[in-house]
């Protein structure tokens, strides 16, 4: 734990983090589906009252030589989110970068929003 920030208007708990290679889910694919997979470390924002995930930031450790990207960080942030009257803790916003060993780089930003419930009802009957 490295401290308390506020943070969507909640207070945090602030945690550091790292994940070796060997334990590592987190494959960096190139646009011609080149991957490797990425050793990496990152903070973690966690509700100090409800203990639930706010936000999430990872960035990759020393990429293998054979990795087209030279750097990868990814950023998933989460929000109360009311839904048909009741709150739900959602994402609502991901950005993801990267750079190749070229030069070139990449940057993909979504926001969710306008989330919506959608339900239906069925009866099964047997003659």
């Not at 909640?10 to 983090?17: E, G, P, Q, S």
């Not at 009252?49 to 030279?70: D, G, I």
């Amino acid at each position: 734990r490295v401290g308390d920030e506020r943070l969507a208007g909640r207070t945090a708990l602030v945690f550091d983090f790292s994940v070796t290679q060997a334990n590592t889910h987190w494959r960096i694919v190139s646009p011609d589906g080149r991957e490797c997979m990425a050793a990496y470390g990152g903070k973690l924002w966690v509700d100090k009252t409800s203990s639930r995930v706010l936000k999430v930031e990872q960035r990759a450790a020393s990429l293998a030589a054979h990795c087209f990207a030279e750097s990868a960080e990814s950023v998933v942030e989460y929000g109360f989110v009311k839904i048909s009257g009741e709150e739900f803790l959602m994402p609502v916003r991901s950005l993801a970068t990267a750079c190749g060993r070229d030069g070139g780089c990449f940057r993909n930003e979504l926001k969710f929003e306008n989330y919506r419930k959608f339900s239906a009802a069925s009866k099964v009957t047997f003659e």
